[in-house]
């Protein structure tokens, strides 16, 4: 899953995404070597919102 998949998933954005990895809140599951490429996160690093 990438990181645009995630946010619509979560209701978020990728910026707040990206935020959010910057700050160690939720780390990406990988994230590729070049800064154009895809970071993908697993479903078990993600978290609820219910």
């Known amino acids: ?7 619509r998933l979560g209701g978020v954005s990728t ?3 990206r935020h959010y990895d910057a700050i ?3 780390d990406p ?3 590729a070597p070049t800064p154009a490429a895809a970071r ?5 690093s ?3 919102t219910a």
């Open 15 to 17: 910026r707040r995404l």
């Open 46 to 48: 993600s978290c609820s």
């Open 40 to 44: 993908t996160t697993s479903r078990s």
């Open 29 to 31: 599951a990988h994230v």
């Open 24 to 26: 160690g809140l939720l």
């Open 1 to 7: 899953m990438n990181i645009g998949e995630f946010a």
